[in-house]
């Protein structure tokens, strides 16, 4: 089925049958509708490949499609969409914040070298090795 993904489609929902509604917006970005009540936003990102982007009830449409766009343009640069996030769940907590929290925390927050360097100290010692996805 394709239809515009909105708030409007969100709230009226068809229940119980599974049935995705594919994007007349932008190309790839679905809503996947399950009997379960678990309906999800999904992006195909190259043939055959997707990428879940979060359940409707933690994302609007607008939020979910600039995810969806965001990982698009992943794709288009030649990342690999699946390796990125299989990686980062890998990650340990002083990967993450070395790698990732470390200069975005830096670079968008007035106070973000004391605010890593308080989480490194805080942190490190007991939970610096273990993966991000086990604490």
Known sequence: MKATINKTLVKDLPE?????????????????????????????????????IGRVTDLTPAEAREEAQKVLGDAAKGVDVAAARKQARAATLRDYLKNIYGPWVTTHRKSGAATLSRLQACFDADLGGKQLHTI
Do not use: E
Not at 35 to 50: D, I, M, P, Q
């Open 16 to 52: 119980g049958r599974d049935l995705d509604i594919y994007d007349t917006r932008l190309t790839g970005f679905a809503l996947r509708v399950r009997k379960s009540g678990r309906h999800s936003y999904r992006v195909s990102y190259a043939r055959g490949k997707w990428a879940t």
